[in-house]
């Protein structure tokens, strides 16, 4: 089962402020949330991580709620070149390996000039 | 920042033929490293992790004996796709994560192209 919900896709015009919420219900305790960019053929890149309230760095602001279910991912001010594939993750102990990210369908961003 | 690099970029080969996958972490030592595949239009799929020294963990329904996976030193991970078919024509990516991060943290390379005829 997929451990994040997130918009399959959406649209925002250059310069606009971009909000992706992820719903992750059944989030552990000790689970960190992360976003990563994904370009195609491209590996995904590191945007930013958080574990409750609000963390902002160069790029992103992250924001969560006091009960942890959801996450949104702040964008400020895109560009044509945010246009990519977004993805929320939590970290998942479930596996038989080590601790793993696994990746959910992700949200196609697309910005317009 | 940390790097991972991947060689080749991008590779076609026969039905039948044997192709290696090279991920490096260029600049810290990496204790765990995973790989991933991601068909067109979809998710990553994790395959395997694998310690340095030890046998990689594989998810399942993924074959062991066809993708064969060595982390032989702290620096390097490959990954053999034996006796390959048109279906595992993919974008196979690798990250890796060190010792010192905290086990959310992956660094992910850029991801190789293979192309099976």
């Known amino acids: 089962l997929a451990k994040t919900t997130q918009p399959i896709s959406m649209d925002s015009y250059e310069g606009q402020e971009v909000n992706i919420t992820c719903s992750h219900n059944?989030?552990?305790?000790?689970?960190?949330i992360t976003w990563y960019q994904q370009f195609p053929s491209q590996g995904p890149r590191f945007i930013i991580q958080g574990y409750k309230t609000k963390v902002t760095n160069e790029v992103a602001s992250l924001f969560i709620p006091a009960d942890r279910k959801s996450s949104t991912l702040s964008l400020p001010r895109v560009s044509l070149s945010d246009t990519a594939v977004y993805y929320c993750l939590v970290g998942d102990h479930s596996g038989a390996g080590s601790y793993q990210l696994t990746f959910g369908k992700g949200t196609k961003l697309s910005v317009i000039p | 920042g940390a790097v991972v690099s991947q060689h080749p970029s991008r590779v076609i080969c026969k039905s039948g033929t044997s192709v290696k996958i090279e991920c490096r972490s260029l600049d810290f030592q990496a204790t765990t490293m995973f790989w991933y595949r991601q068909f067109p239009k979809q998710s990553l799929m994790l395959m395997a992790t694998?310690?340095?020294?030890?046998?990689?963990?594989?998810e399942q329904g993924v074959e062991k004996d066809k993708f064969l996976i060595n982390h032989a030193s702290l620096t390097l991970s490959t990954l053999t796709v034996t006796s390959a078919h048109p279906e595992d024509s993919s974008f196979y990516i690798c990250?890796?994560?060190?010792?010192?991060?905290?086990?959310?943290?992956?660094?992910f390379g850029p991801g190789t192209r293979l192309l099976v005829l």
């Open positions: 694998s310690n340095e020294g030890s046998k990689a963990t594989y």
């Open positions: 990250s890796a994560r060190s010792r010192w991060d905290s086990e959310e943290t992956q660094y």
């Open positions: 059944n989030i552990a305790t000790n689970d960190y």
